[in-house]
Nanobody, 123 residues
Framework: QEHVVESGGGSVQSGGSLRLSCAAS????????IGWFRQAPGKEREGVAG???????TYEDSVKGRFTISQDNAKNIVYLQMNSLKHEDTAMYYC?????????????????WGQGTQVTVSS
């Protein structure tokens, strides 16, 4: 059964860095993708970055140049390296997985969700 688990959240000062990890298990096929989403208090959940198993990536505009998504296919782990963090990046970050070939940051396309990990950036 497919399953994803996030780790790596924490607190950091503005300008600092954090790396989130998403461990995927139960995927017996290769046409799937992993996305990172975040939800700040009082706001809707939004897509941040995504990566397909074949290496294609996509980013939300506000994190381009600051966040990098990557994967270790041997370990089935997806990383989100977050640099130059801003106070507005503060949110609960969720890892999610979807199946197919199209790589989009549309929440409805993602079937399997983790419990979330909190990222807090102090200004």
């Amino acid at each position: 059964q497919e399953h994803v688990v996030e780790s790596g959240g924490g607190s950091v000062q503005s300008g600092g860095s954090l790396r989130l990890s998403c461990a995927a298990s139960g995927f017996t096929y290769t046409n799937y993708y992993i996305g990172w989403f975040r939800q700040a208090p009082g706001k809707e959940r939004e897509g941040v970055a995504g990566i397909h198993r074949d290496g294609r990536t996509t980013y939300e505009d506000s994190v381009k140049g600051r966040f990098t998504i990557s994967q270790d296919n041997a370990k089935n782990i997806v990383y989100l390296q977050m640099n130059s963090l801003k106070h507005e990046d503060t949110a609960m970050y969720y890892c999610a997985a979807g199946t197919g070939w199209r790589l989009l940051l549309h929440e409805a396309l993602y079937l399997y969700w983790g419990q979330g990990t909190q990222v807090t950036v102090s200004s």
